[in-house]
């Protein structure tokens, strides 16, 4: 009988270990990378990208376009900020910076909400500072069960049209586009957030700004 029930515990925990073993695989897929990791960039072939609409920044005859796959609720994507703002601030007059939101909706449960909230600052001309304040106040509204009233106030912040925006908001106005770039995404071999398109070069993970520098004078060919 003490061996049978031995017997039963061994296999419970066998079972529980290999619960354990696939939630952490199915974690680190949808996850995407950490905010240390980052991939050189490999070239890719049949790329699609549909920038209509998109937040963009930098001429739009740039002979470089860099679009970046993200997600406003990602801990990496935050991570990754500081040097996507030293690629901005010193190759912005020479490349073009093109958003493309890519939520994963499955461990992020405000992402879309975030997503489409800065769209919505966006109709504004407010997108860029509204995208920074979601990332720097990231702690602040992840977690919350109803997010709305923190993007308002932060709409406020910003000194927006309160009624337009909250109407916005309130008619998920967005969803559409973004579920659309993520499905861009899906067809351009985004599988995780921060992913970036340099030319058709893709980088995955957070870059230093050496990294950035290197990336972006090679598409230059500087």
């Known amino acids: 009988m003490k061996e049978e029930r031995t017997g039963q515990v061994f296999l419970v925990g066998i079972g529980v270990l290999g619960v354990l073993i696939v939630a952490g695989l199915v974690w680190a897929v949808f996850a995407g990378p950490s905010s240390e990791s980052s991939t050189s960039g490999n070239a890719k072939t049949n790329l699609y990208f549909n920038d209509n609409n998109d937040p963009a920044l930098g001429p739009r005859n740039a002979k470089v376009i860099i679009r970046m796959f993200e997600d406003l609720q990602c801990p990496a994507c935050k991570a990754a900020e500081p040097g996507v703002e030293y690629a901005m601030k010193t190759y912005g007059n020479r490349v073009r910076f093109i958003w493309d939101d890519f939520p994963l909706a499955n461990i992020h449960k405000n992402?879309?909400?975030?997503?489409?909230?800065?769209?919505?600052?966006?109709?504004?001309?407010?997108?860029?500072?509204?995208?920074?304040?979601?990332?720097?106040?990231?702690?602040?509204?992840?977690?919350?069960?109803?997010?709305?009233?923190?993007f308002v106030q932060y709409a406020k912040d910003y000194g927006l049209n309160i009624k337009k925006f909250s109407?916005?908001?309130?008619?998920?106005?967005?969803?559409?586009?973004?579920?659309?770039?993520?499905?861009?995404?899906?067809?351009?071999?985004?599988?995780?957030?921060?992913?970036?398109?340099?030319?058709?070069?893709?980088?995955?993970?957070?870059?230093?700004?050496?990294?950035?520098?290197?990336?972006?004078?090679?598409?230059?060919?500087?």
């Open 167 to 222: 109407s916005c908001i309130a008619n998920q106005t967005y969803a559409k586009k973004v579920q659309n770039d993520e499905s861009e995404g899906i067809r351009d071999h985004v599988r995780g957030t921060p992913t970036f398109f340099i030319g058709n070069k893709q980088y995955v993970g957070s870059m230093n700004n050496d990294q950035w520098d290197k990336a972006i004078q090679d598409a230059l060919g500087s």
């Open 111 to 150: 992402t879309i909400a975030a997503a489409n909230a800065a769209r919505c600052a966006e109709e504004q001309g407010k997108f860029w500072e509204y995208h920074n304040t979601l990332y720097s106040q990231q702690s602040s509204w992840s977690e919350l069960s109803a997010p709305t009233e923190t």
